[in-house]
């Protein structure tokens, strides 16, 4: 029902910057929350950041002032600004859209994910 396509990952030195694009289509008016999951080799999924239809926005503590998540609801797009990168954020970064706000107890139960973008930073 809701189709999501990531761009802007690509191989970048340490300190550098990257800005992830992800446009959603389909059902689009069914999202609250949109939002970005990373996966690094060997490693479980985790969460990066996530912003609501309503402006709300959370991020893990390791991306804390380095990285900014911001929306253009008329294009159904969401973005993430990511300054000051390290190797440590080398992964797989997905694209994220729910039904339920992220602080809602149904958040996960009716999520997509799109195909994923490689980001690589190097040392």
């Known amino acids: 029902q809701v189709q999501l396509v990531e761009s802007g990952g690509d191989l970048v030195q340490a300190g550098g910057s990257l800005r992830l694009s992800c446009a959603a289509s389909?059902?689009?008016?069914?999202?609250?929350?949109m939002g970005w999951y990373r996966q690094a080799p060997g490693k479980q999924r985790e969460f990066v950041a996530a912003?609501?239809?309503?402006?709300?926005?959370k991020y893990t503590d390791s991306v804390k002032g380095r990285f900014t998540i911001s929306r253009d609801n008329a294009k159904n797009t969401v973005y993430l600004r990511m300054n000051s990168l390290k190797p440590e954020d080398t992964a797989v970064y997905y694209c994220n859209a729910d039904m339920s706000a992220y602080y809602s107890p149904t958040y996960g139960s009716r999520a997509y994910w799109g195909q994923g973008t490689q980001v690589t930073v190097s040392s």
């Open positions: 389909g059902s689009t008016f069914s999202i609250v929350t």
């Open positions: 912003i609501t239809t309503g402006g709300s926005t």
